[in-house]
């Protein structure tokens, strides 16, 4: 009997959390951000969900109706509670075992990615914008995508009303006005996928929960460290320009030191490593360049370390200019 693999990659999650300087806004969009996955769990009943991150959703359906289900409204719902976010989706039709078919899913997903798509708040010229985004506003101050962040903004602090530090950026930067942005991803997880099988979905739970370890065993008290996301193995924050190479390094050493206790990984690999790019900038300084900034040294550190030893790269931003 035949099943469906099914696959979506969100994208434009950095472009969305990082379209402005605001704390505010920015928590706020990761809060949305983050409520994807819960999203796709709660509302859909797939036989199995393979990965459930943020931007990378994977899951197999034996009935063909439920697939199509998913396949029609779930980027509508993403779209409409995060303007500016895109969804590509693909599935693949299989028998046998799902990890066969995840190489076939993933060139299906990387057309779907390629295709140009529009978006929901698109202006035209006779549209008032906001200056700070260059989108349609929807009142006299906000457009549509700074209302929905506000929104989960306010929604989080209700939620988490003991949450009262670092409100706003001129709490987290240090004497000279700097902050940092941290990105840090792990090394080698196409290859490892591939072989792990039926033992996908543990692993999945597995290294989620072996990151949130390790960024929390990598806090210290003193540090001012705000999580934007953090979920599989990738990891961005905000924090002090301080904190940053000290959380960082921190977090590298528990990372492998989490991943040696993940059983699934036993007979593929010892433990996991991952690289990290630190972007140190003014607090004021465009946030969407430094996060860009961060990702590339993050590419860097990778290809140093040819993808198999933790390995970390930083750049102090001192004018308006960069080359990376």
């Known amino acids: 009997m035949s099943r469906y693999l099914y696959g979506a990659s969100v994208q434009g999650i950095q472009d969305f959390i990082f379209a402005t300087n605001r704390l505010q806004e920015i928590v706020g969009a990761s809060e949305i951000v983050k409520s994807i996955a819960n999203i796709f769990e709660d509302k859909y009943n797939p036989d199995e969900i393979l990965i459930n991150t943020a931007g990378n959703i994977k899951a197999v359906f034996s009935s063909y109706d439920e697939c199509q289900k998913v396949v029609l409204e779930f980027p509508k719902i993403i ?3 995060a303007y500016g976010i895109t969804i ?7 028998d046998g075992e799902a990890k066969d078919y995840i190489n076939e ?3 299906k997903l990387k057309i779907q990615r390629n295709k140009p798509s529009i978006p929901l708040d698109m202006s035209i010229n006779i549209m008032k914008l906001n200056p700070k985004t260059a989108r349609a506003k929807i009142n006299q101050d906000e457009d549509i995508a700074t209302s929905q962040k506000l929104k989960a903004n306010r929604e989080f602090y209700k939620k988490n009303p003991t949450v009262t530090e670092f409100k706003d950026f001129s709490y987290m930067k240090n004497s000279k006005g700097k902050i940092a942005i941290i990105h840090i991803d792990g090394n080698g997880l196409g290859k490892i996928v591939k072989d792990l099988g039926k033992k996908l979905s543990a692993f999945s739970i597995a290294l989620d929960k072996a990151t949130k370890n390790a960024v929390k065993e990598a806090k210290e008290d003193y540090m001012h460290i705000r999580e934007v996301i953090v979920g599989g193995d990738d990891v961005t924050v905000i924090c002090n320009a301080n904190d940053a190479l000290e959380f960082t390094k921190n977090f590298l050493t528990n990372f492998e030191d989490e991943t040696k206790n993940i059983k699934e990984l036993k007979g593929i690999k010892d433990k996991l490593t991952a690289c990290a790019g630190i972007a140190y900038c003014n607090e004021k300084y465009p946030f969407h360049y430094a996060v860009d900034l961060a990702e590339a040294l993050c590419g860097v550190a990778k290809n140093h ?4 030893h933790s390995c970390l ?3 102090n931003i001192q004018g308006s200019h960069y080359q990376s």
Request: glycine share 0%.
């Open 305 to 308: 370390s040819n993808r198999e």
């Open 88 to 94: 590509s989706q693909a599935v693949v039709e299989f």
């Open 79 to 81: 779209s409409q509670m």
């Open 313 to 315: 790269m930083f750049h």
């Open 105 to 107: 899913l993933e060139k």
